[in-house]
């Protein structure tokens, strides 16, 4: 069945530092690829997104790219500040409509 | 265009008994999915409603049910509820044919 696993479970990092998030999905037939961000006691805000023709996007500090041949997507979010704290969701969808399948998300702490 | 807005915020109830939630979508919009969020489970896809009609469904019981109203307000129910129900429902809002999924802030609901 649909499947997404994301990787790290919780990330670290030092103010200025990159992060990078992992995910991997297990049907082909996947077209569409977005990463949300949750801040605690917020709702999962949309902050990238990729289209299976697509192999990378680029918005200011955040990136994020495909493969699809090894069924994986990565977040990278460069020169991390403070407010990047947030547990970030990666997802994929399958079918015609809107189910997404979300990954387990990653805490992310950035440490000033 | 305000955003997408969902009642009650907060929900207890009793082991037993059944609740209804409400979400409202952003203006325009057509679709709207449902999603549980749980710390053990992470978020997970209930279902989805476009024009009144469910388009995709989740792996859940069917004392989860929905329905979505012609001017594409959505509800969904749950019946005899369990412990573990508890949870944040989350319900999201996207254009025809459109990708971006906008959430709402969330019903928590805590059942005893």
């Known amino acids: 069945g649909e499947n997404v696993e994301q990787h790290p479970s919780t990330l670290s990092v030092q103010e200025g530092d990159s992060a990078v998030i992992k995910c991997t999905y297990s049907d082909s037939a996947s077209n569409y690829f977005p990463w949300y961000k949750q801040e605690l006691g917020k709702r999962p805000q949309l902050i990238i997104d990729?289209?299976?023709?697509?192999g990378e996007k680029k918005d200011q500090r955040i990136a994020v790219t495909l493969n699809k041949t090894a069924k994986h997507f990565s977040l990278h979010i460069t020169e991390t500040q403070p407010e990047d704290s947030a547990v970030y969701f990666c997802?994929?969808?399958?079918?015609?409509?809107?189910?997404?399948?979300f990954g387990g998300g990653t805490r992310v702490l950035v440490k000033p | 265009k305000a955003g997408v807005t969902q009642t009650p915020r907060y929900l207890i109830k009793t082991r037993g008994q059944q609740v209804t939630l409400s979400c409202s979508p952003i203006?325009?919009?057509?679709?709207v999915s449902w999603y549980q969020q749980t710390p053990g489970q992470g978020l997970q896809f209930l279902f989805e409603?476009?024009?009144?009609?469910?388009?995709n469904k989740g792996n859940f019981p069917g004392r989860f049910s929905g329905r979505q109203f012609s001017n594409s307000r959505s509800e969904m129910n749950v019946s005899t509820l369990e412990l573990g129900d508890s949870a944040l429902y989350l319900c999201a809002s996207s254009e025809a044919g459109g990708d971006t999924q906008y959430f709402g802030p969330g019903t928590r609901l805590t059942v005893l």
């Open positions: 990729i289209r299976s023709n697509v």
């Open positions: 203006s325009g919009h057509r679709s």
């Open positions: 409603y476009f024009s009144e009609t469910q388009r």
């Open positions: 997802a994929a969808r399958w079918a015609a409509g809107n189910k997404l399948t």
